[in-house]
């Protein structure tokens, strides 16, 4: 299963909403996770079953969707958020990523 | 608190054979599924290999089956990757991950800190 991460990078301000959306290339049901990555760091699961917020992970994340569309939205950004955000299938094998969205700050 | 800790990265011959290791602590690893994921510099992340609880269940990446191979021992609390006829688009980060059951937490939901493999000529 591939999927379609988009966009590919994002500008965005402290403060604003932004959402990235996740296309799946056939029905995975709710079987898509969230990753953030800073640089240099290993990447940390923020949604998990497309819109379970994982224990610790602040409410400004959510997620939204099931079968081939999906999409990953923080409200309110903090300085903190800006980094890479991937998704990932876990439907079958290989367990495919996303191409990744970068966030950067405007 | 649950932690995952690669080792043995570093330079390998194209041609060559690298090992990994990823010690587990803080949780019981004989329960959970693993997985290994590596990113090459400057790219995205890349799933390669998947090994069950029990080693019953294994999967690779096209771009790796017949030279990687994916093995644990569930009383040293460890996973491996034994990495052969190296490439140069083996190089890059590895890391492993744990995985827990579906009725649980279904993502990869513990990573250790990576271990970079270059790969030579």
Do not use: H
């Not at chain 1, 081939?68 to 079958?92: H, K, N, R, V």
């Not at chain 2, 990113?39 to 992340?45: D, I, S, V």
Request: proline share 4%.
């Amino acid at each position: 299963t591939q999927l379609t991460q988009s966009p590919s990078s994002l500008s965005a301000s402290v403060g604003d909403s932004v959402t990235i959306t996740c296309r799946a290339s056939q029905d995975i049901s709710i079987y898509l996770a969230w990753y953030q990555q800073k640089p240099g760091k290993a990447p940390e699961v923020l949604i998990y079953a497309a819109s379970t917020l994982q224990s610790g992970v602040p409410s400004r994340f959510s997620g939204s969707g099931s079968g081939t569309d999906f999409s990953l939205t923080i409200s309110s950004l903090q300085p903190e958020d800006f980094a890479t955000y991937y998704c990932q299938q876990l439907d079958s094998y290989p367990r495919t990523f996303g191409e990744g969205t970068r966030l950067e700050i405007k | 608190e649950a932690q995952l800790m690669e080792s043995g990265g570093g330079l390998g011959r194209r041609g060559g054979s690298v090992r990994l290791s990823c010690a587990a602590s803080g949780f019981d690893f004989r329960t959970y599924s693993m997985n290994w994921v590596r990113q090459a510099p400057g790219k995205g992340l890349e799933w390669i290999s998947y090994i069950s609880s029990a080693s019953n269940i294994i999967y690779y990446a096209d771009s790796v089956q017949g030279r990687f191979t994916i093995s644990r021992d569930n009383a040293r609390n460890s996973l491996y990757l034994q990495m052969n006829n190296l490439r140069g688009d083996d190089t890059g980060v590895y890391y492993c991950a744990r995985l827990p059951s579906i009725s649980e937490v279904y993502a990869f939901d513990i990573w250790g800190q990576g271990t970079v493999v270059t790969v030579s000529s």
